[in-house]
């Protein structure tokens, strides 16, 4: 699935891309960060390709594809930047073309739920982003792109791509807009990361006290 929306405890979860890439993408963020590590990072790309390659082949679809040589230097000083993992996902499989993503993207995601609160078929709302884009209006999250009429559209604005972002009628703009935020990618990890550690001390404690209880009826 490219894409998920889904309203759970009162918070809205946005998966732009698929957990596939994801993956891909953590892989080839884990060689740049060996090779960071090295003393000669430049020496050593065929080696993290071949490295990541074995890996990236698990993978299945297209995010397993191997990476060459150049890929991988190409990859590498990409990631340098800021080192987030989340800079080495295709912009192709985002669907969007944002110079910040999660920032644009959280704008641009607000006006297509209310495209579609608006329209009564997800393919009306899509046509009217792309008049939008048309006449020259200006679109949440691409200010300044579109000071004109009948500009190309932004990369990955193609009529599939648009139509798998869009978010489920049942998703309309008024559940979406109490949302004072959208998380973005790394938001949401850090959060499940964080409720998967309170499970397992929650666990740990259970076990603990079972065994206290085990201990206790035994020297009886």
């Not at 890996?55 to 397993?64: C, D, H, N, R, Y």
């Not at 792309?130 to 579109?146: K, T």
């Not at 929650?202 to 209880?213: D, H, M, P, Q, Y």
Request: with cysteine.
């Amino acid at each position: 699935m490219s894409s998920r929306w889904d309203i759970c405890a009162g918070k809205v979860i946005v998966a732009a891309i698929a957990s596939e890439e994801i993956k891909r993408a953590e892989i080839l963020a884990m060689m740049c960060s060996d090779l960071d590590k090295a003393r000669i990072p430049t020496t050593h790309f065929h080696e993290k390709a071949q490295e990541a390659s074995r890996m990236l082949a698990e993978i299945p679809g297209t995010p397993g594809r191997p990476v060459s040589k150049k890929t991988m230097e190409r990859v590498w000083y990409k990631w340098r930047v800021r080192k987030r993992w989340e800079d080495l996902v295709d912009q192709r499989v985002w669907g969007l073309h944002n110079k910040d993503l999660p920032t644009t993207q959280r704008d641009f995601l607000l006006h297509i739920s209310k495209l579609c609160d608006a329209y009564t078929t997800k393919k009306q709302a899509v046509e009217e982003l792309l008049r939008q884009w048309r006449d020259g209006e200006s679109v949440p999250g691409y200010e300044g792109q579109n000071n004109g009429k009948n500009l190309p559209y932004p990369k990955g604005w193609s009529f599939d791509n648009l139509m798998k972002i869009m978010p489920p009628k049942r998703l309309t703009a008024r559940a979406f807009a109490k949302q004072e935020n959208i998380p973005t990618l790394e938001e949401r990890r850090t959060a499940l990361n964080e409720v998967l550690n309170i499970i397992y001390e929650l666990v740990e404690e259970r076990i603990a006290s079972k065994t206290a209880g085990t201990k206790s009826e035994s020297e009886q």
